[in-house]
T-cell receptor
Framework: GAVVSQHPSRVICKSGTSVKIECRSL??????MFWYRQFPKKSLMLMAT?????????EQGVEKDKFLINHASLTLSTLTVTSAHPEDSSFYIC????????????FGPGTRLTVL | LAKTTQPISMDSYEGQEVNITCSHN???????ITWYQQFPSQGPRFIIQ???TKVTNEVASLFIPADRKSSTLSLPRVSLSDTAVYYC????????????FGQGTTLQVKP
C-alpha cells in the first residue's frame, strides 16, 4: 500500500524557536497533502491543505504566519511551526492524497512536538 | 461536508465479529464513505472505502444500504490488537478531498 513518512517522529524544542516537520509520500506522487493536529484523547483537526506549487489553504482559526506550509514537490510537504510556544505542543499528522488508487488519503505516522 | 454520527465507544471480546454503524444522512450523490483506524500516538490507517452495496478486503467489510444514509464497518473475529479508534468519514470526491474527522468510535476488545 501507499506509504507516507514524517520526520522527525518527535521533537523537543525551547519556546521561541521554529520547528520544521517533513511529510513525504514514498511511493506515489501527491499533488495535495494535508496537515492535522491532534490533542490527547481528541480527534484530528484539519489545519491546512497543501497544494504542490501553490499556496496552502488554511482552515478557519489557523494562523498561516504561525504554521508555514511549503509543498515544493509532488512528494514533499513541510510544516514549520514558527516561534513555538508551549501551547503549540501537540501531535502533528500529515496525509497525502493518492488519486491513482481510488482517491484515498494515506497518513504519516505523526510527529510529537513538545515545546518547553 | 456530510456530517457523520457514530457511537462513542463499543466493547467486544476476542473472536467476536464487531459491527460499527455510522450515519451520514446528508450524503451527496458523488460522495463516498471511508473508514480509518487509529492507535494511540500513530497516524490513522486506511481500512476500507466504498460507494454503495458491499465492499470487502482482507481486513474488513463495508456495508452500505441503497439509500447510503448509513454504513456499517464489519470486523470479523477481532483480537486484542484491534483495540483502537475507528473513524467514519464521508469524502466529497469533486473537491480537494479534505477529510473532517468526527469523534470516532473507541473499540475496546477484551480477552
Amino acid at each position: 500500500g501507499a506509504v507516507v513518512s514524517q520526520h522527525p517522529s518527535r521533537v523537543i524544542c525551547k519556546s521561541g524557536t521554529s520547528v520544521k516537520i517533513e511529510c513525504r509520500s514514498l511511493d506515489f506522487q501527491a499533488t495535495t497533502m494535508f496537515w492535522y493536529r491532534q490533542f490527547p484523547k481528541k480527534s484530528l483537526m484539519l489545519m491546512a491543505t497543501s497544494n504542490e506549487g501553490s499556496k496552502a489553504t488554511y482552515e478557519q482559526g489557523v494562523e498561516k504566519d504561525k504554521f508555514l506550509i511549503n509543498h515544493a514537490s509532488l512528494t514533499l510537504s513541510t510544516l514549520t511551526v514558527t516561534s513555538a510556544h508551549p501551547e503549540d505542543s501537540s501531535f502533528y499528522i500529515c496525509s497525502a492524497r493518492d488519486l491513482q488508487i481510488g482517491d484515498t488519503q494515506y497518513f504519516g505516522p505523526g510527529t510529537r512536538l513538545t515545546v518547553l | 461536508l456530510a456530517k457523520t454520527t457514530q457511537p462513542i465507544s463499543m466493547d467486544s471480546y476476542e473472536g467476536q465479529e464487531v459491527n460499527i454503524t455510522c450515519s451520514h444522512n446528508n450524503i451527496a450523490t458523488n460522495d463516498y464513505i471511508t473508514w480509518y483506524q487509529q492507535f494511540p500516538s500513530q497516524g490513522p490507517r486506511f481500512i476500507i472505502q466504498g460507494y454503495k452495496t458491499k465492499v470487502t478486503n482482507e481486513v474488513a467489510s463495508l456495508f452500505i444500504p441503497a439509500d447510503r444514509k448509513s454504513s456499517t464497518l464489519s470486523l470479523p473475529r477481532v483480537s486484542l490488537s484491534d483495540t483502537a479508534v475507528y473513524y467514519c468519514l464521508v469524502v466529497v470526491s469533486s473537491n480537494t478531498g479534505k477529510l473532517i474527522f468526527g469523534q470516532g468510535t473507541t473499540l475496546q476488545v477484551k480477552p
